[in-house]
């Protein structure tokens, strides 16, 4: 196996997005296999994409391709973008009621026009391999059984990766998204972290990240996190992926922290690409193989709860 953790010519240790969603997508294709022994079939994900953004679709693409190659069944769903509201929920609740499906996603952003709640709300709690319904958001809160939103599962995995056990560690998260910012405090929180939910109207931000053994940035905005707000020695756990104008006219794809100067303080840092991104599909898929096990009603597989958030 592929090293997490490796070193790089500055301060910082570079964390491998990659290296470590290959091991989670093994970790789910080895309970995938399980499943199937125990089910007579694979679990089965299906995936709702509705218009033509570019970046959705190759997420998609991604998806259903890695999906299939842990070994389950991957069943893709496109609607165009001019689609009535009431036929994307029909089509979830056609996919909640069929009983070959395992776990359901719907690509987000959905176009301009369509209620992305409604949309979200109608995924039955049992099949929401995302963890965002609200079933899934109370869960999470409670520290109940459920389904874990997939990138804050990955920056937990990828921050255990460097630090170990991460009791008593101070985070900070920048960023309130549902989707991220959120799920990630309530994440760290369970691992018995000391979490700060910083957003834009956060005073003298700079001041509240150097305080931070962990910081999660999650804002979306391309470079804000400077090399002087890291404490000397954090963990830099990078979620934004923004595409910026490069060279020649070419565009290329950065995260919400200056990398170069945060390599030079940080302790261990994700790149972008090739940090956090992976394992936002790594996590989907060990999800899929939990959502599969627990509607059957047989223990999720070993390898995979090893990988999950506790
Ligand atoms: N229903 C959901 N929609 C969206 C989610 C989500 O978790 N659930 N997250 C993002 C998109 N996303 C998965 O859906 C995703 C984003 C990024 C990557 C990734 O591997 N990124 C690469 C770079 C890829 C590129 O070249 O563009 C990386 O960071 O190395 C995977 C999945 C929003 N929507």
Known sequence: MTDIITSSDAAAKLIDGKAAAAAVDAAAADGARQIEA?????????VVLVGDDPASQVYVRNKGRRTEAAGMRSVEHRLPADVSQADVVALVQALNADDGVDGILVQLPLPA????TEVVQTIRPDKDVDGLTAQSAGALVLGAPGMRPCTPSGS?????????????????????????????????????????????????????CRQADIVIAAVGRPNLVKGDWIKPGACVIDVGINRVEGEAGKSRLVGDVDFD?????????TPVPGGVGPMTIAMLLANTVAAAARRAKVSVPDSVKDVLPG
């Open 261 to 269: 100067q945060a390599i030079e303080t940080a302790g261990f840092i």
């Open 113 to 116: 026009g369509l209620d992305e």
């Open 38 to 46: 125990a089910l007579g079939r694979p679990p089965c994900l299906a």
């Open 156 to 208: 937990v995995f990828l921050a255990k990766q460097a630090l170990g056990d991460l009791t008593g560690k101070s985070v900070v998260v920048i960023g309130r998204s549902i989707l991220v910012g959120k799920p990630a405090a309530l994440l760290f929180l369970a691992e018995n972290c000391t979490v700060t939910l910083a957003h834009s109207r956060t005073q003298d931000l700079p001041a509240v």
